[in-house]
């Protein structure tokens, strides 16, 4: 391993660190403060040519490539061999008259919407603006406007890949059986270098969140249920259960309590936004009501995730179609008057543009599920191996008659849940992923999957 670290020292512009160098550990810090990854050594990548440098280096050792970058999606530690960082490879340019940003592989979400939003356009981005764009939109990408243009990875143009033999684009013209499998099939194919994303005309949004207390959970869940079964493609909305703590970085009128937030996102007239969001203001009394029109510019706003590096554990899935039944079972499980230690119960509507594939089709999985469950544990990572997965399995013994069969990998919280890896993709995707890894990385130069260490690239 010392021959290979001089090496890629002396070939590689940025940093190359080894387990007791001064950044090691700084270099491998991401989201979720959890997970400690222990490489043989760590490459903070600033350019394709170092990414074709270090694969070279690689593939000549045998020596085992994962990639991290905001970290926001890796669960599970990645041990040994070489891990690339593509931090420092950050930049977005847009080409209006093509509507298509051309985002670097470091690149997060607010910055292709800031420089979409000048020329009136905006990215198909995810809840959060501060994860990583490349590694959200491998595995499909499910943001608050799915309803209306469908997973994220549908906008993907081309990508820029460093395979096991060399740099090459994917797009639909060039290497397209690799295109079809970047565009959701997450990781084991190469480091992605820079990616092609087609951008949408919006200046505006109806959205935001409104808060109800603990005691009108029950009606605005049952309300809300009914209500997304008559919303139109173009509304967007989720729901989600709130342990918050006492602490003063929230809102008063949150402040400590169990609520329930009711996420919207209305493309259209603001007027009719508010028409189609009567009911659900209708259901109950808000703490906080923060629905409004707002720019296209404050998405992330809508969900208002948490932006600093916390200790973190979920676990996800996808849901079949809900009734009154679900909301009884749900409510028994993992309501407001149940003592279970996790800070955020989330469901979100699909349907709409997220059920049709691209014309020239895609890897990724999921379309067929009704709604997202995404359950996340307090940040005490003691409580991570035992506590929060067995509760997290009572939960989901009680929502079993609604658990889809397949779900979507960007939600299959580090594949802990058996099955959850196969059931990523539908059969006939899994099997040819299988195949298009085998033909880009025969070695298994890029290991992915539950017995390889995802690294979530």
Known sequence: MTELIDRLRGEVAGPVLAPGDEGYADELSGFNLAVTHTPDVVVGLTSEDDAVAVVRAAAETGTPVRVLATGHGIPNPMQGGIVVTTTRMTGVTVDAESQVAHIAAGSRWAEVIAAAAPHGLAPVTGASDAVGCIGYTLGGGLGPLARTYGFSSDWARGFRVVTAAGAVTANATENPDLFWALRGGKGGFGIVTAMDFALVELTTLYGGSAFFDAEYV???LGAWTEWTKTLPETANSSVVILRLPPLEFIPEPLRGKTVLSVRFAYVGDAAE????????????????????????SDIALIHNDPRNPTPAWDRGLMLNELDGDFVS?????????????????????????????????????????????TLIGVPDPELFEKVLPATVDRILERLRPWVCAETTV???????????????????????????RAAYDPDTLFPFGPRQENSGS
């Open 329 to 373: 079972a749900f409510l028994a499980a993992a309501g407001p008057e149940q003592q279970v230690p996790l800070v955020a119960v989330e469901i979100r509507h699909l349907g709409g543009a997220t059920q049709r594939d691209v014309p020239e089709g895609s890897a990724v999985g999921g379309r067929g599920g009704a709604c997202t469950l």
């Open 410 to 436: 960007n939600f299959a919280g580090g594949f802990a849940l058996p099955g959850s890896y196969e059931a990523s993709w539908p059969a006939e995707t899994f099997a040819r992923l299988a195949d298009v």
């Open 218 to 220: 029950a009606p605005v």
């Open 273 to 296: 936004g508010k028409r189609l969001f009567q009911p659900i203001r209708d259901a109950g009394t808000t703490l906080v009501d923060g629905v409004g029109e707002l720019p296209a």
